[in-house]
């Protein structure tokens, strides 16, 4: 009597030997979706869109879809498949983005750009200096006391966010007067801010702002407004991965976490704002409790808000596939797998897939059945088709001569 081949409901199995295979399983499943109910269902084709090459990045969210080609990122108009320049990276590395309060940030290694919520230009992060700074010097003119100044400069944008402060150097008034700004370059988008220190003391504070249409400026008022509070710090450097967390920008350049300040998004101190890790990063991801951070030794969870209070712990020893992370609202997932709305992390590693829960604990998904070569590439998509959710990971080839694999697996 014949016995039935058994519906494989629980999909691919790499590992186990040829005459090994568990009930429920097949060695390859290529180009079909294997329903929850084992059945197969052959995938839908694809249509070319655009030709050409250089093509390495891709991003999609409601306020459309980003593509890296070469050394730019475009706005790609998805009806017509036109693309509009939208940034020039400087470099043909993978570009990264995210999403932070509405805003749209991408960076590589070379640059790092953001598209506020309510424009449609890109612009880089971080407002910086002019690259020629005035010259200062006294001026009899003013109501400032006899003594002596330092003064410093700020640049502020048309959205009035600021850039670090300069000190531009010290002035003398025996008698009392002003301090004469000049040599500027007129800058018709932005507006500038001096802050002085009271005569013969220390601390810089708020003095004047003026606009950027003048190529010299006298102060006369006595620093009497905030103080400077941008001292020591840079525009947020670029680097592979960006996220935002808390308040905070994120970015891992290397083997290196680096974080803006609190409320400065673009800005961070180059003195004490990263974070050590062992070799490469390879993620990292923001959820409601901390961070995920991929490494050569696994993935950690660095749990809170605040970096000066994290503590990170290892949550997973596999190592994961570069870049592979997506994070997910965990209302995807069966009820067996995480029971929460909230966010979740999801990362190919060399066990396979693994979901990091909102508060740091990470479930490994299939590990008896799937494993990675290390040292991969990857990107990840959640892709939803006649009512089955697959995320599906293309690995990029590790040489020329190599190819690309796609792995997937069905989350509900």
């Given amino acids: 009597m014949s016995r039935a081949i058994p519906l494989p409901t629980l999909g691919v199995d790499l590992l186990s030997d040829e005459t090994g295979l568990a009930e429920g399983t097949v060695r390859r499943a290529e180009n079909v979706d294997i329903r929850r109910d084992g059945s197969f269902k052959r995938r839908d084709g694809y249509a070319l869109a655009v030709t050409g090459d250089g093509f390495h990045s891709l991003h999609h969210s ?59 230009v890109a612009r880089p992060v971080g407002v910086r200096l002019p690259a020629t700074l005035p010259l200062v010097e006294a001026h009899p003119n003013g109501a400032l006391a006899a003594g002596t100044y330092s003064v410093a400069l700020s640049r502020v944008d048309d959205r009035d966010e600021e850039s670090p402060t300069k000190l531009l150097g010290q002035v003398q008034l025996p008698n ?65 991965f960006i996220r935002g967390h808390a308040g905070r920008t994120y970015v891992a350049r290397d083997d290196t976490l680096y974080f803006s300040e609190a409320l400065r998004p673009h800005l961070y101190d180059p003195r004490h704002n990263f974070i050590k890790f062992a070799g490469q990063i390879t993620f990292i991801e923001s959820v409601v409790a901390g961070l995920y951070v991929g490494d050569s030794r696994g993935t950690w969870f660095l749990h809170g808000d605040e970096p000066e209070q994290f503590q990170p712990r290892l949550v997973s020893s596999p190592t994961a596939v570069r870049r592979s992370c997506i994070k997910l609202p965990g209302a995807h997932f069966s009820k067996d797998i995480t029971d929460t709305d909230h966010d979740v992390a999801i990362w190919l590693s060399t066990e396979g897939y693994m979901l990091g829960n909102f508060g740091g604990d990470v479930l490994s998904l299939h590990p008896e059945r799937l494993r990675v070569a290390a040292g991969l590439e990857g990107r990840s998509r959640l892709v939803v088709r006649n009512g089955i959710k697959q995320i599906i990971t293309l690995i990029a080839a590790t040489t020329a001569s190599g190819y690309g694999v796609a792995i997937d697996t069905t989350i509900q």
Avoid at 94 to 116: C, K, L, M, Q, R
Avoid at 178 to 194: A, K
Avoid at 196 to 207: C, F, H, K, Q
Wanted: hydrophobic share 35%; net charge negative; glycine share 12%.
């Fill in 176 to 240: 009392g007067g002003g301090v004469r700004l000049f040599g500027m370059d007129p800058d018709l988008t932005c507006s500038y801010r001096v802050y002085l220190t009271p005569p013969d003391g220390d601390v810089l504070y708020l003095s004047e702002s003026f606009s950027g249409a003048f190529s010299e400026f006298i102060v006369t008022r006595a620093p009497d407004g905030a103080t400077r509070t941008s001292q020591h710090l840079k525009p947020l450097i670029p680097g592979e």
């Fill in 62 to 120: 409601s306020r459309g879809t980003l593509v890296g080609r070469n050394g730019n990122v475009y706005a790609l108009n998805t009806e017509t498949f036109t693309p509009s320049l939208l940034a020039e990276m400087g470099g043909v590395d993978p570009v990264d983005f995210t999403e932070i309060n509405g805003h749209t940030y991408f960076t590589n290694s070379t640059s790092a750009w953001w598209v506020p919520a309510d424009e449609a």
